[in-house]
């Protein structure tokens, strides 16, 4: 038996602040969108590609439904 958030794509979500990509990661692996996007704000804070990241996965993840 397989958990329930394998059988779910990676996509945009339609719940969006900007571009869906936090709605998107929280949907695919059953977590709240609030932790995913909080968890992004606290990480820019710490050195590393964060933002880049985030906008090339709002380039690459298909939108909902495609």
Do not use: N
């Amino acid at each position: 038996m397989t958990a329930p958030y394998r059988t779910h794509r990676l996509t945009r979500s339609r719940d969006s602040v900007f571009f869906g990509v936090a709605g998107g990661i929280a949907e695919r692996f059953g977590w709240r969108p609030g932790t995913v996007r909080l968890a992004f704000v606290v990480s820019c804070v710490l050195p590393g590609p964060q933002i880049l990241l985030y906008l090339v996965l709002a380039l690459l993840l298909p939108k909902p439904g495609h």
